[in-house]
DNA sequence: CATCGCCATTGACACGTTTCAATGCCGCCT
DNA sequence: AGGCGGCATTGAAACGTGTCAATGGCGATG
């Protein structure tokens, strides 16, 4: 057996160079601007890479330039099926460029927020995707203002001046929802919603509000707020007592919870009380996760185009990597409700 | 307004070096052993850091260290919430030694499992934590050959002189199914399988088997295959009508899936045509993902221990990288049969 | 035949960090 | 007082790559 590794020194672009009979800049050549390089030389060096299984080191790349060639992904719960659905645009669009993604949780919690931008800002990241944990835009500014470009995803604000942002119109998704319920004939309804001060429930209960107002309806009669401690199924579930027990007026007909799983937390909780929707409480969902078409009933729901989402992230961050006078943009869906058995008319 | 920003050059541990009055090694120093410098220095280096807004370089750092302070995790499907969950595992394990993860989505796709494992190599990544796409396992072991330790999850095999890998019974999983389903009388039960050759479907199928036969029933009557294009819902619901058909003998009284997603299909499919588990047909998931207990009926399933799963891979990573004469471990974890209510008695 | 220009290739340097042997300083012991 | 040991700090080298001005060779042109 020939000693086929002749030592366990890592193998760089000189040993390349040595054996295909070059020097260093010219591997260098041919693996960036391999036009510039002769045929003849080119398969020789392609030759030594193969047979010394030469796998170049980005470090030193990345040294070198100045900047890495992944961006980071910064995701409030990689355990939601929204975000990572969100996931996959931002991945398909980025492997488009050559770019890697690499996917951080920060798990709603701001400390690991802030790990993550460092990591980003150490690594010298050449972009960064982030979705705000509380819309704390901090350590997206932060970034910046090390030379890491960041677009602002989904939730939190800031102007077109600093930085490109996709969201959803959130009020329009509340109003959506109250437009469906009204239609049903609801007129008391208790909106469902997650830790108090989060600006995104905030504004899908005010277009509810808004949407109620619409049609001479007093929002303040109309709708009762019940929060939880987080965003998941099972703090649905446990509100389901207090969403039944009703208001100070009469106990509701409908609730349009902030999120989808909180809503199916709540279908599971009327499941377990003998109850059921839409007999006897409407229920509508926000974000269309795949399991909304799953149960049954299906659940009602606001959907937000959330695949698109991070593709047009995505976009807008290769648009101000490639464009060097680029102007920041905003780009705004509007999502849809997607009707399905969760709610029925109001028969009382 | 004074000028804080000399110039929009980086700023380097030699500009810290130069404002605090020592020099880059001490900086050094003051970053990475702290015990070796003097208080007072010390004070005024991490002033000067703070002052600059100084972060450092990981490339340089990984440059010269050969080898990068973050651990690749390379997941089959970022979508699915079995995955998901094993990756929170990782990363809390990592997270208590400092090891950044970066997240890698093969999406169940040979040629991204490649290219991820090259991202890894040329990253020199400290380790890699990998869930092979239909356990081939040539990317692990090319990893290894590159100086990157890797560690086997869930699926494939290698023996435990080659690398440690973690894994779940699945011959026991399918036998607890196969012995729920006999205790309820059923006789008949199709298995709902992934696309042909997954070693994975293959052992739960021969544990499902193994579990006929222990009880005098002949598994080649008694079990029919349908298989699947996908492993996800949409596949489910379309194969209901397949299932139901029955094979060259009756219509079979029970289903046992390969995974809660064809599972769920199934449900949601039995509904479209107005039957429902388990009055016509029991049914069993695989996994106990989130979303088997939010259905109704709630479905009983194997579950498996994903969490612990992620965790116990990161151990065994941490292990080998920490320990310079490791020996490599095989984990091997059971799964448990969780009872709701998509099975009951056979009444045919 | 001499000169010019072009193109492929080279060689050296820079990137930011860590490491380690060498330096200088101070206090303590004899 | 002189010498020695210990400790804080320094300076230079090294990691692997990309870049760019300089080099050398070759063909074409006058």
Redesign the interface.
């Known amino acids: 057996m020939e000693p086929s590794e002749r030592a366990d020194r ?1 193998v760089g672009i000189n040993d390349v160079a040595a054996r295909a009979g070059v020097s260093a800049g010219t591997v260098s050549n041919v693996l960036n601007r391999p036009e510039r390089v002769s045929e003849a030389t080119r398969r020789r060096v392609e030759r030594a890479i193969e047979e010394l ?1 030469y ?6 790349r ?2 070198r330039s ?1 900047r ?1 060639d ?1 961006i980071g992904l910064v995701v409030l719960d ?2 939601n ?1 929204f975000f ?2 969100v ?2 645009g931002v ?1 398909d669009v980025a492997a488009e460029d050559g770019l ?1 993604v ?4 920060s798990a709603e919690r701001g400390d690991r927020q802030r790990r993550s931008a ?2 980003l ?4 990241a050449a972009g960064a995707v982030v979705m705000p944990v509380d819309g704390d835009t901090a350590d997206l500014l932060w970034l910046r ?3 890491v470009s960041g677009v602002l995803l989904d939730r939190g604000d800031v102007g077109p001046e600093v930085a490109c942002s996709v969201s959803v119109d959130n009020l329009a998704g509340g109003a959506a929802a109250a437009r469906h319920l009204i239609g049903l004939g609801h007129e008391r309804i208790t909106f469902l919603s997650g830790p108090e001060g989060l600006e995104q429930c905030r504004t899908r209960l005010q277009g509810l509000r808004e949407g109620l107002a619409e049609v001479g309806l007093d929002p303040e009669a109309a709708v009762r707020v019940v929060h939880t401690a987080q965003l998941n ?1 099972e703090s649905g579930e446990k509100a389901v007592e207090e969403v039944l027990a009703g208001g100070p007026g009469r106990r509701p007909t409908a609730v349009f919870c902030a999120n989808d799983q909180l809503a ?2 709540v ?2 909780g009327l ?1 377990e009380r003998g109850l ?1 929707a839409p007999s006897d409480l409407s229920v509508v969902g926000y974000d269309d996760v ?2 909304a ?4 009933p299906g659940l009602t729901t606001v959907a937000q185009p959330k695949y698109e989402l991070g593709c047009a992230a995505m976009r807008l961050l290769l648009g101000e990597l490639n464009d060097p006078d680029h102007t920041h943009e905003r780009v705004r869906y509007t999502p849809e409700l997607v009707v399905r058995g969760s709610t029925a008319v109001n028969r009382r």
């Open positions: 890592p299984d796998v170049r080191n980005s470090s030193g990345n040294l100045g890495s992944s990689v355990t099926p990572t659905e996931a996959q991945e890697a690499v996917l951080l949780n460092r990591l800002a150490e690594q010298r203002k090390q030379g199924a199916l937390g279908l599971k499941g059921s795949a399991t078409s799953l149960v049954h």
